[in-house]
């Protein structure tokens, strides 16, 4: 099974700053990479497949890098509706798997 | 729209089985995988298998073979995700969740792009 950790676990930022989520996986997903958002109470919400395209209707400060095994999301400017949970998922084997996730919160 | 609509909340003992439909519109049922990811309360997200609604043909995580099963019925465009042999452990919200089709590629991926509401099951004697 392949292991994701994500860091940091905690990502304190004040809005309009720019946010980097690190995900790495224990052995190479290729560009089997999507990244999640996930507020309370709520379903995750796709962000980001193929580690670096955008799904439909995502803002365009959201963007995914990496290939391999290390993968980086960016929040170019944070905004309010931003500070959630962001996990990290990998597709390219059985079990598909996630990370531990990143709480994004205001500083 | 697009909208995956899962049943309502579950009360289980242990050593009980529970089954989640999973109601898909907006969409054509049966050329998007449906997969299942679970998540405790205040924990992370874990992938439990995946179902072909075309085919049937099911795939699941070593730590769920012999206690899931995933099944649709077609013609209401549901799929359903039965686990057995219930334990505290099992407690969770359980969420069915679309795979991606790239338009300008013609590729899917496994990422997930429409989740159902999730449903609670939760398992207490």
């Known amino acids: 099974e392949i292991v994701m950790t994500q860091s940091p676990a905690t990502l304190s930022v004040s809005p309009g700053e720019r946010a980097t989520l690190s995900c790495r996986a224990s052995q190479s997903v290729s560009s089997n990479l999507a990244w999640y958002q996930q507020k309370p109470g709520q379903a995750p919400r796709l962000l980001i497949y193929g580690a670096s395209t955008r799904a439909t209707g995502i803002p365009a400060r959201f963007s995914g890098s990496g290939s391999g095994t290390e993968f980086t999301l960016t929040i170019s400017s944070l905004q309010s509706e931003d500070f959630a949970v962001y996990y990290c998922?990998?597709?390219?084997?059985?079990?598909?798997?996630f990370g531990g996730g990143t709480k994004v919160e205001i500083k | 729209q697009v909208q995956l609509v899962q049943s309502g909340a579950e009360v289980k003992k242990p050593g009980a089985s529970v089954k989640v439909s999973c109601k898909a519109s907006g969409y054509t049922f049966t050329s998007y995988d449906i997969n299942w990811v679970r998540q405790a309360t205040g924990q992370g997200l874990e992938w439990m298998g995946w179902m072909n609604p075309n085919s049937g043909n099911t795939g699941y995580a070593q730590k769920f073979q012999g206690r899931v099963t995933m099944t649709r019925n077609t013609s209401i465009s549901t799929a359903y995700m039965e686990l057995s042999s219930l334990r505290s452990e099992d407690t969770a919200v359980y969420y069915c969740?679309?795979?991606?089709?790239?338009?300008?590629?013609?590729?899917?991926?496994?990422?997930?792009?429409?989740w159902g509401q999730g449903t609670m099951v939760t398992v207490s004697s």
């Open positions: 998922q990998q597709y390219n084997n059985w079990p598909f798997t």
């Open positions: 969740a679309r795979a991606t089709y790239d338009i300008l590629t013609g590729y899917y991926h496994d990422a997930f792009d429409i």
